[in-house]
């Protein structure tokens, strides 16, 4: 069956990357959390200030770890942006979309990544 609401834009430029955390998730509202930028500027020069999480019981481990929000300060606004939920055989983690040309994962990235990835493993 083919779909009614068919974009007329066609394919899009637009990607994502994933990292799963593969745990059994009992109460899955405890492992659902993003983060909060206080931020500064406007526009193209708008910098991240500090990082605060939001969300069920892992979004308060992750509030206490100083060392993991001053990581995720350093980087851009869309970077910063970072979302963790849970998913029907583990916890996903995940940024904004980007285009071709943006995306890239840093090891600076992957070290905030695997870093939440041990938090999620706490709980």
């Given amino acids: 069956m083919q779909d009614p609401l068919v974009s007329h834009w066609g394919a899009q430029d637009r990607f994502q990357a994933h990292f799963i955390v593969k745990i059994e998730t009992p109460n899955p509202s405890n492992y659902v959390a993003r983060t909060i930028l206080k931020t500064s500027g406007h526009f193209n020069g708008k910098k991240v200030e500090s ?68 938090h999620v493993k706490k709980i």
Avoid: C
């Fill in 51 to 118: 990082v605060s999480w939001n969300g069920g019981l892992l979004a308060e481990e992750l509030n206490k770890d100083s060392t993991l929000n001053e990581m995720i300060a350093t980087q851009s606004i869309k970077d910063a942006s970072i979302y963790v939920d849970p998913s029907n055989n583990g916890v996903r983690i995940y940024s904004k979309w980007k285009n071709s040309h943006e995306f890239k994962i840093t090891k600076d990235m992957y070290a905030i990544y695997d870093k939440i990835a041990e």
